[in-house]
């Protein structure tokens, strides 16, 4: 098992910036691609950046590129978010995963974490 938490969500301004951290713990967070996603209300869950173990490799959301840059420290176990040119529709629970490979699934990722609410007032 991969235990997920979340931080650094909270409520921020139309293009201001937010710094999310995803802390892994358990199992070791060893060859595990990572991802993140967000639900919004009465939306379904979408992708939004995800990172492959080594050498790093990234993929991102045609909604979010150019303004979030996903990265990882491997000897931390922590992977962040850093979202800046915050929009209100970006406002929405966003999640870390962790998985085997860097794919906009959502299925294919095996563990998940709580989710940490980020709010973009206009």
């Known amino acids: 098992q991969v235990q997920l938490v979340e931080s650094g969500g909270g409520l921020v301004q139309t293009g201001g910036s937010l710094r999310l951290s995803c802390a892994a713990s358990g199992r070791t967070f060893s060859g595990y691609a990572m991802g993140w996603f967000r639900q919004a209300p009465g939306k379904e869950r979408e992708f939004v950046a995800a990172?492959?173990?080594?050498?790093?490799?990234?993929l991102y959301a045609d909604s979010v590129k150019g303004r979030f840059t996903i990265s990882r420290d491997n000897a931390r176990n922590t992977v962040w978010l850093q979202m800046n040119s915050l929009k209100p529709e970006d406002t929405a629970v966003y999640y870390c995963?962790?998985?085997?490979?860097?794919?906009?699934?959502?299925?294919?990722?095996?563990?998940w974490g709580q989710g940490t609410q980020v709010t973009v007032s206009s």
């Open positions: 995963a962790a998985g085997g490979y860097v794919v906009r699934t959502t299925t294919l990722y095996d563990y």
């Open positions: 990172i492959s173990w080594s050498r790093p490799s990234t």
